[in-house]
C-alpha cells in the first residue's frame, strides 16, 4: 500500500496543467452503452476510477482502449446487462450504466454500488426517476433488477437537486420515446458536459430552465467524439495549495468560470487571481483571514473542496464556520487534520475551525478521495514531516498528484508501506 510524505514549509511556484473531469468522463463512459458503435473521448485523466469503469464496461462487452488521454469505446457486441457487485462496489459512479444499458437494452442488473466510506448516498432517486420513465424495478440480493419494453419520457420533478440522478435519468431518456423534463435537475458542469456529449452524439437536449432541462428521445445515437472539460476540483484544489502555502501559482488548461464561488472565498482570505482564458493565477502572501462557507449545489461552494478549505482555515488568522448541507457527514478528515494540530470541532454538519499559527507533521490516514487532498494540503505546510497513509484514495480522483505538487517545487514522493 503506497503513502506519500511530505517535508513542509515550501511555497510552492510555477505552472501546473489541469486534468479532465472525472465526474464528467465516468457518465461520459457509461453513455458510450447508448451508441451501436464506437465513441471517442479525449483529455480522460488517467485514474483507478476510470480504469474500474473500463473493467466494468469489458465485462459487458464493450471494448476501451486508452491512448495518451484519449478513450475509444466500442459497444457495438454487447454480450451482457450486469454490473456485477465485484467492480461495482469499487466506485459509486458505477450506477451510472443503469440508464443507458435500460435505454438501449431494454434490462439492465445492477448491484447496489459501493465507494468512498463515509455516509449513505442512497440511489433512490436514480430508481424513482427510471419507474417514471415506464421501467419495472426490482430489488433482489442486493442487485438493482430492471427491465422496460421502451422507457417512455416523463415529467420528473426531483426530490433533490441530484447530480448522479439528473445523469442517469438524462442517458435513459436520450433513447426514449417521447420528451422528458427534469425539473430541480442538477445543473454542475459535468452535468452540462453530458448534454453537450449526448448532443454531438446526436441526442437532443436543451436547458429550458436554470434547473430544467429537456430530453427529446431519439431512435438511436451516432459515433462521436467529444473533449471532455477540465476538473474544477482538481483546479480548487491547486489553488488551495498555493494559498496554503503562500505560493505564486498559474494553472492552465482550466476553467476558471466553473469556480466563480471558490475564487471569491480565497480573494476574501486574502489570495490575489487572476484570470486570462483558460489560464488562472493565484498569489498568496502572509496569513491567510478566516471565512466562513456553505456547502450547496451549483453554482454554490462544492461539497467535493469542503475538506481542502478547512485545511486552509486550520492555519488562517481568527475563526472560519463550515456548514455541510450537502453531504453533513462528511468530516472523516477532521481528526486527522487535528492530529497535525488544527483546532477543529463539530456539532452535526457545522465545523468550527480556529485557526492556528503552525501545524506540526505527524503520520495521517485518509478515508476517502477529497479527505486525502486536504491530508496532503496540510503537510504542505506543516512543520517537519507528514506521512499520509492509505492514498490509493487519492488515485481515484487525482492524476499524479504528488508529482504535480513536486514539479511546483514541493518536497513530496510516494513511498510504498508494509502492511495489507
Known amino acids: 500500500m503506497d503513502a506519500i510524505v511530505i517535508d513542509g514549509g515550501i511555497p510552492l511556484r510555477g505552472d501546473v496543467r489541469i486534468s479532465g473531469a472525472k465526474n464528467a468522463a465516468l457518465p461520459m463512459m457509461a453513455a458510450s452503452l447508448l451508441v451501436d458503435g464506437t465513441t471517442r473521448i479525449t483529455n480522460v485523466p488517467r485514474l483507478?476510477?476510470?480504469?474500474?469503469?473500463?473493467?466494468?464496461?469489458?465485462?459487458?462487452?464493450?471494448?476501451?482502449?486508452?491512448?495518451?488521454h484519449s478513450l475509444s469505446l466500442d459497444a457495438t457486441r454487447i454480450t451482457s446487462t450486469e454490473a456485477p457487485y465485484e467492480l461495482v462496489k469499487k466506485m459509486r459512479a458505477s450506477i451510472y450504466v443503469l440508464g443507458p444499458l435500460l435505454a438501449r437494452f431494454g434490462k439492465a442488473k445492477v448491484s447496489l454500488p459501493g465507494g468512498c466510506a463515509w455516509g449513505p448516498r442512497p440511489v433512490d432517486l436514480h430508481l424513482k426517476g427510471m419507474e417514471a420513465l415506464g421501467a419495472k424495478i426490482e430489488l433482489e440480493h442486493g442487485?438493482?433488477?430492471?427491465?422496460?419494453?421502451?422507457?417512455k419520457g416523463a415529467r420528473i420533478n426531483l426530490a433533490v437537486s441530484s447530480v448522479g440522478a439528473t445523469g442517469n435519468i438524462m442517458m435513459a431518456a436520450a433513447l426514449a420515446r417521447g420528451t422528458t423534463v427534469i425539473e430541480n435537475a442538477a445543473c454542475e458542469p459535468e452535468i452540462a458536459a453530458l448534454g453537450d456529449f449526448l448532443n454531438e452524439l446526436g441526442g437532443r437536449v436543451a436547458w429550458t430552465g436554470p434547473k430544467t432541462v429537456e430530453i427529446e428521445g431519439v431512435e438511436s445515437l451516432d459515433q462521436g467524439s467529444f473533449e471532455n472539460?477540465?476538473?474544477?476540483?482538481?483546479?480548487?484544489?491547486?489553488?488551495?495549495?498555493?494559498?496554503?502555502?503562500?505560493?505564486?501559482?498559474?494553472?492552465?488548461?482550466?476553467?476558471?468560470?466553473?469556480?466563480?464561488?471558490?475564487?471569491?472565498?480565497?480573494?476574501?482570505?486574502?489570495?490575489?487571481?487572476?484570470?486570462?482564458?483558460?489560464?488562472?493565477?493565484?498569489?498568496?502572501g502572509g496569513r491567510l483571514r478566516s471565512v466562513d462557507v456553505i456547502t450547496e449545489v451549483y453554482p454554490g461552494f462544492p461539497t467535493d473542496?469542503?475538506?481542502?478549505?478547512?485545511?486552509?482555515?486550520?492555519?488562517?488568522?481568527?475563526?472560519?464556520?463550515?456548514?455541510?448541507?450537502?453531504?453533513?457527514?462528511?468530516?472523516t478528515h477532521v481528526p486527522e487534520l487535528n492530529r497535525l494540530g488544527a483546532r477543529v470541532t463539530l456539532m452535526g454538519n457545522v465545523a468550527t475551525v480556529r485557526g492556528v499559527s503552525e501545524l506540526q507533521g505527524a503520520?495521517?490516514?485518509?478515508?476517502?478521495?477529497r479527505a486525502s487532498s486536504a491530508l496532503i494540503l496540510a503537510g504542505l505546510v506543516a512543520k517537519g514531516q507528514t506521512k499520509v497513509s492509505r492514498v490509493y484514495h487519492i488515485?481515484?480522483?487525482?492524476?499524479?498528484?504528488?508529482?504535480?505538487?513536486?514539479g511546483l517545487g514541493a518536497r513530496i514522493r510516494r513511498i510504498r508501506e508494509e502492511g495489507p
Open 395 to 406: 488515485d481515484r480522483g487525482y492524476e499524479a498528484i504528488e508529482k504535480k505538487l513536486a
Open 363 to 369: 503520520p495521517v490516514m485518509s478515508t476517502d478521495i
Open 229 to 284: 472539460i477540465p476538473d474544477r476540483i482538481e483546479t480548487g484544489t491547486f489553488l488551495a495549495a498555493a494559498a496554503i502555502t503562500g505560493g505564486d501559482v498559474r494553472l492552465t488548461r482550466c476553467r476558471p468560470g466553473h469556480l466563480s464561488t471558490v475564487l471569491s472565498r480565497l480573494e476574501e482570505m486574502g489570495c490575489a487571481t487572476s484570470q486570462e482564458n483558460d489560464t488562472l493565477r493565484i498569489t498568496a
Open 143 to 151: 442487485y438493482i433488477v430492471a427491465s422496460a419494453d421502451r422507457l
Open 48 to 68: 483507478t476510477d476510470v480504469v474500474t469503469l473500463l473493467r466494468l464496461l469489458d465485462r459487458m462487452g464493450c471494448k476501451g482502449s486508452y491512448d495518451d
Open 305 to 331: 473542496l469542503q475538506a481542502q478549505i478547512m485545511a486552509l482555515l486550520a492555519v488562517s488568522d481568527g475563526t472560519g464556520v463550515i456548514q455541510e448541507t450537502i453531504y453533513p457527514d462528511r468530516f
